[in-house]
């Protein structure tokens, strides 16, 4: 049998050293997991305030609501040689919409402009933007008129966007209101 030949004091020492690592070691768990536990109540939002994401679905009938029986009431400006001319009204009657494929939908728009006065199926692509339907027109023709393209974002009764055709472009917004039935 073999006996320590350590002194009395390092004896002492060791279970005290040991216990004081335990103790610091339990420490820093316990303060990481509060540390946790306070960002992640900073981070999640308060009991009933976070409302839940909308699917596919109920996003696009959202937008298929804002553009059946739709007015678009707005500004535009025409953009030349990097400046921004004059804001002038503007509307356009949407009758309506309907999807086509997986991003290629159909608007059926009332064109008033000069003397030309026409309903339109209009092909476009939508594409979201998170919860934010952004219509995607790409050099269609409009009767009597030149290739447009357009990127127009629709959110909450509102529009905003940035078109061109020909040798000319600019930017146009407004509100969204809805024919009553």
Same mark, same amino acid.
């Given at each position: 049998m073999k006996w320590s030949t350590k002194s009395s004091n390092q004896m002492k020492t060791t279970p005290?050293?040991?216990?004081?690592?335990?103790?610091? @070691?339990?420490?820093?768990?316990?303060? =990481?997991?509060?540390?946790?536990? /306070?960002? !992640?109540? #900073?981070? $999640?939002?308060? @009991?009933?305030?976070?409302?839940?994401? =909308?699917?596919?679905?109920?996003? /696009?009938? !959202?937008? #298929?609501? $804002?553009?059946?029986k739709a007015t678009f009431s707005g500004r535009w400006c025409s953009i030349k040689d990097g400046e921004l001319g004059p804001d002038k009204e503007d509307k356009y009657t949407i009758l309506g919409v309907t999807k086509l494929t997986a991003n290629t939908w159909l608007i059926n728009a009332r064109i008033q402009y000069g003397k030309v006065d026409v309903v339109a199926p209009i092909p476009v692509q939508v594409k979201w933007a998170g919860d934010t339907p952004v219509i995607i027109v790409d050099n269609v023709g409009i009767p009597g008129g030149n290739k447009y393209s357009a990127r127009v974002l629709i959110y909450d009764k509102t529009y905003s966007g940035t078109w061109t055709g020909g040798d000319h472009g600019g930017l146009l917004h407004g509100v969204i209101t809805n024919e009553k039935e």
């Open positions: 005290t050293l040991l216990l004081v690592s335990i103790v610091t @070691a339990i420490n820093v768990a316990s303060a =990481a997991t509060v540390l946790a536990q /306070e960002t !992640k109540a #900073k981070e $999640a939002p308060a @009991a009933g305030t976070e409302k839940p994401k =909308a699917g596919a679905e109920e996003l /696009e009938a !959202k937008f #298929k609501a $804002a553009l059946t």
